[in-house]
């Protein structure tokens, strides 16, 4: 499979030592390592969603219990969740970590990923969501920690976008 097991292992890790106990996510191609290490791992919590939008309502819980979570989801999966997004977290002030697969860059070869692609960015600024590309693991811990840190300073939801070069590795054919 052409997605990174490393890079997923420095995410995961990276969530973890933030103290994130909780992940909630649909099945999506550039998550699954992420999705299995938290199925794999007895100190977390793994939630799976049959939409996106369930993933808001569970981390607002989390957030009310005490626990730290992510959500992971697909560019797709974030469009989708935005009503839920919008009338809980920011409504209510709850921080909300989103870690989104950030499909239709260049080198994306489905033209089913790449409309949600191209206007994830500008809804997430539509929004006044702070967002940051992750594109090399040596800079995943410290913006996992400074991601973290603004959504709890502010009561607000933040994105990190997984970007191709993270996530892939290069193989012959892509997908």
């Known amino acids: 499979m052409p997605v990174s097991t490393r890079n997923s292992r420095i995410i995961y890790d990276a969530l973890k030592a933030e103290g994130i106990r909780l992940v ?44 730290r979570s992510a959500m992971l989801m697909q560019n797709h999966g974030f469009l989708a969740s935005i009503n839920a997004i919008v009338s809980l977290t920011q409504l209510y002030r709850v921080p909300l970590l989103m870690l989104i ?10 033209p089913w990923q790449t409309e949600g692609g191209g206007v994830t960015i500008p809804v997430l600024d539509a929004l006044a969501i702070p967002w940051k590309k992750l594109e090399s693991p ?8 400074d991601a973290l840190t603004l959504s709890y300073a502010n009561l607000r939801p933040v994105a990190l976008l997984l970007c ?12």
Request: proline share 3%; charged share 30%.
């Open 101 to 110: 697969s950030y499909r239709g860059e260049f080198g994306e070869s489905h």
């Open 138 to 145: 040596d800079e995943v811990q410290k913006t996992v920690r």
């Open 164 to 175: 191709r070069d993270l996530m892939w590795e290069e193989t012959s054919q892509r997908s």
């Open 24 to 67: 909630s996510a649909l099945p999506e191609t550039w998550l699954v390592h992420l999705v299995g290490m938290a199925d794999d791992d007895p100190e977390m919590t793994l939630v799976r969603l049959a939409k996106e939008e369930e993933g808001v309502g569970i981390s607002a819980g989390a957030y009310l219990a005490g626990t």
